[in-house]
């Protein structure tokens, strides 16, 4: 009789366990941790997807979004891999987790962390003031071969997305992007400001930064790095692409888990996030932002992620960037 029940306690604990795991779901606080201060474009994301996600109720408990600017990123991550197969702490990242290990800043990568979904890709524009002789890419190409110092250029971080991208472009174009003179600042409005008072000729940032000038009449989109034309404010700016520079480098926003959470964890997640995807809120912020969404669940994201870490490493060395070698 007692080996019976034995039995039985023991098959019951066991179909308890398998039915928990089977049917994960938040218990606690959830957390976004970002790495941009408030008002930046990551923290902007990360409040969007707060917002919608408990405003459709899509969690159980609620969710809180963590500033942890510093470090390029840096800081953000180590505060992620401080919670390891905890399922309530997310990082919403960018291509920032590639440049900063490239280039030696730091030895974690996205290799380190769990894919969640890639949510969307915000692209780099390329501004000049709007009195420029610079009318378009050919303009800008036939400036920089002739002379790659003549033009000073505005980036937020060496080896960034937006650096990436234009150093890209350059190359394609026949010049040396090795030799053009790039002036970091701490954010792409910062730049943009420093271009409208007759600093910089050129400005390699995000879309949502560089509008504020352009809708002031200050400066003028030339190009942007897309693999298509967007429509509303920008429907009247060509890609590299249409104006005979075949390049592209996507400045993706994806979510990411700590190193050691469960498959069933990151099912919840991604259906989850499918969800927020799908909802008339998400689509309106990614038309008012100018951002492309592009959702990705964990397993093709991870194939992603390979792909853009080849391509952006591959423009890192040709900057001469590359520490990994």
Known sequence: MFARYLVALITSAALNSAHAQSTWKPDKVIEIITSSAAGGSNDQIARVAQNILQGNKLLPTPLNVANKSGGNQTLAVVYLMQHPADAHFHLLANPTLFTNYVSGVTALSHNDLTPIALLLEEHTVISVPTNSPIKNMQDLMARLRADPESVAVGIVSRGGPNHLALSQAIKAGGADPRRVRAAVFKTNTESMTAMAGGHLQLVASSVSSAMAQVQAGNARIIAIASQRRLGGALANVPTFKEQGIDSWVANWRAMFGA?????????????????MAATDEWKKQLE???????????????????????????????LGLDKTK
């Open 288 to 318: 008012l932002h100018d951002w492309s969404g592009q959702f990705l669940r964990s397993r093709e994201f991870g194939k992603y992620l390979q792909a853009e870490f080849a391509t952006t490493r591959a423009i890192m060395s040709d």
């Open 259 to 275: 190193n050691g959470i469960t498959p069933v964890q990151i099912t919840y997640w991604e259906e989850t996030l499918a969800k």
